[in-house]
């Protein structure tokens, strides 16, 4: 179904990114993780997950640690695939790149994917998406890795800094004891930098770049060279209390995505944003059992969070569905964020 696909997917090593991956790479795609030194052991179980099928064998991978990695996935590829990892170092930027090829031993896949038999599906850049080098050198992965430039990119790398504008300093004097909350503490420009930086800056500098590898593709019959896929939150558009620098961020991906569509029509280059509500990721799994399930209650229908891999399938539809441009989907149950 992606057969055609070479991908790159900033913060794709967990959460929505690695759904992303996942959803792509299950459909005969091929990816790029682009996304924090501190994410390898994510992408290896990523790398084993997605070649395991459910109820099938195990797919054992070896970490740069010398552990072991396995686990099921549904809607995955063919059993009898094993991971090799592969280490290319680059003196130049210092970045470690890690590429997960398969090893198929089933006939029954072989005639169903034969063109990416005894190829990668997988490879690992470590990337800051703020720097230029960075995401040049991960796109030089794909070329190298997948031979042929990237046709996809999706941006899920991005952070969710709570911080009021002003707000009571209860901050602990020089004595030791707790300050008596008369005193008013301002918001750091700098995590709202941070934020802006990451969240929107990055977004754009993968698209940038991304767009320029497309750009060098041979049209298909309808002039289309690739799609770019950002991430924004409905917090663009609800943003709540403590969210000024989250919200700004997403804001501007919003804002982004008509004049990118815009600019980059001409060379056949599509662009959408998806503007998640609450999702399952690592960071809402990190709160009390008993605060998801209020936050989920908050959802009208279906009244609980969303699912990773939901998100992943709308990222399958868009990339499916030529007429999709230049717009904001939301995908959220209906919730509408309380101040």
Request: aromatic share 4%; proline share 4%.
């Amino acid at each position: 179904m992606l057969r055609s696909v070479v991908a790159i997917v900033s913060g794709g090593a967990s959460g929505l990114g690695a759904a992303t991956a996942s959803a792509i790479v299950s459909r005969g795609g091929r990816v790029i993780i682009a996304d924090l030194p501190s994410a390898k052991d994510n992408y290896w179980r990523l790398a084993a997950a997605a070649c395991s099928t459910t109820g099938a064998t195990h797919s054992h991978n070896h970490n740069g640690n010398g552990s072991h990695a396995s686990t099921y996935v549904a809607d995955g590829i063919d059993c009898g695939e094993v991971y090799h990892p592969h280490k290319i170092s680059n003196a130049t930027t210092g970045l470690d790149m890690d590429i997960a090829t398969d090893s198929y031993t089933s006939d029954n896949y072989y005639h169903h994917h034969h063109h990416h038999k005894d190829k990668p599906l997988l490879a690992f850049a470590e990337t800051d998406v703020r720097n230029e080098d960075h995401i040049r050198k991960a796109l030089d992965l794909a070329e190298e890795t997948f031979g042929e430039p990237i046709n996809v990119a999706i941006n899920c790398a991005g952070i969710c800094p709570a911080r009021k504008t002003i707000s009571k300093d209860t901050s602990t004097r020089d004595d030791g004891s707790d300050g008596d909350g008369s005193g008013i503490k301002v918001h750091s420009l700098g995590e709202f930098s941070d934020a802006l930086q990451i969240n929107a800056l990055g977004s754009f500098n993968v698209a940038r770049l991304s767009a320029e590898r497309m750009a060098t593709r041979d049209a298909d019959r309808e002039g289309l060279r690739g799609c770019i896929i950002n991430t924004a939150s409905i917090a663009a558009f609800e943003g709540q209390v403590g969210q000024v620098a989250y919200a700004a961020s997403k804001g501007a991906v919003v804002g982004m995505t008509l004049p990118l569509a815009r600019d980059l029509a001409g060379h056949g280059i599509r662009v959408m944003t998806i503007a998640p509500g609450l999702f399952k990721t690592p960071m809402l799994e990190g709160l009390p059992q008993k605060v998801q399930e209020d936050l989920a209650s908050t959802v009208p229908c279906p009244p609980r969070l969303g699912q990773p891999d939901e998100f992943g399938r709308l990222v399958v539809s868009i990339l499916t569905n030529p007429m999709l441009n230049g717009e904001v989907i939301r995908l959220d149950g209906a919730l509408r964020m309380s101040a």
